[in-house]
C-alpha cells in the first residue's frame, strides 16, 4: 500500500488549494479513503472520508468550504479547499481504511502517507 500525497503549499486566507492522494498497491475504488490533519502541538484530526459508493462526510469545522472527491479511474483522492483560514494551516495526510465501511476515527485507518504541509498566511 503506497499513498503519496501532492498540492499543499503556502497560500493567503481567503485562498484555495487542491490537495492529491495518489493510491497504489490495493483496490482502490473497493475502500474507505479519508484527509486528516494535524497542526504542531495538536491531535491529528478528522477532516472528511468518502466511502467505496461515494458517500461523504466533513467535519464541522470545514463544512462548506472543503470537498472531498475520489477519481476511481486514476487512484487518486483529492481535497478541494477553498476559503482558507488561518486555523486550517496543518499537516495534511490522506489514509485508507481496508474495509467498504468508513469510520471518521483516525485510528480505523490502516494506513497513512506522509503529507503535505498547508499553511494559509
Known amino acids: 500500500v503506497q499513498l503519496v500525497e501532492s498540492g499543499g503549499g503556502l497560500v493567503q486566507p481567503g485562498g484555495s488549494l487542491r490537495l492529491s492522494c495518489a493510491a497504489s498497491?490495493?483496490?482502490?475504488?473497493?475502500?474507505?479513503m479519508g484527509w486528516f490533519r494535524q497542526a504542531p502541538g495538536k491531535e491529528r484530526e478528522f477532516v472528511a472520508r468518502?466511502?467505496?459508493?461515494?458517500?461523504?462526510d466533513t467535519a464541522d469545522s470545514v463544512k462548506g468550504r472543503f470537498t472531498i472527491s475520489r477519481g476511481n479511474a486514476n487512484n487518486t483522492l483529492y481535497l478541494q479547499m477553498n476559503s482558507l483560514k488561518p486555523d486550517d494551516s496543518a499537516m495534511y495526510y490522506c489514509?485508507?481504511?481496508?474495509?467498504?465501511?468508513?469510520?471518521?476515527?483516525?485510528?480505523?485507518?490502516?494506513?497513512w502517507g506522509q503529507g503535505t504541509q498547508v499553511t494559509v498566511s
Open positions: 489514509a485508507v481504511r481496508l474495509s467498504s465501511v468508513c469510520y471518521n476515527r483516525a485510528e480505523t485507518f490502516e494506513y
Open positions: 498497491g490495493f483496490p482502490y475504488s473497493s475502500y474507505c
Open positions: 468518502i466511502s467505496a459508493v461515494g458517500t461523504t
